[in-house]
């Protein structure tokens, strides 16, 4: 069974990574790099596992995160809400 979630997982990478980026708001401000100011972003989710969930094969039951990486520049910035893609 571990080996069909990593195929799940590899394919759901594969599909994030086909993004174009596009510009996000957070709190009705526009989220902009803190290091180039760039506003456009690539988008992921990423799991908020501890070792105690890691330990019995749990992590799936973790929270998530929306990460945010800068078009630009490649930082990342974490969101524990999900920012609102601003349409084009």
Known sequence: MGRFFDALKAGVKGFQTANDPAEYTMADKQVRCPHCGETTFFTRRSLLDTRGASIVDLEWLSPSATILICAECGRI????????????
């Open 77 to 88: 910035e974490w969101f524990a809400h999900e920012p609102t893609e601003i349409p084009h």
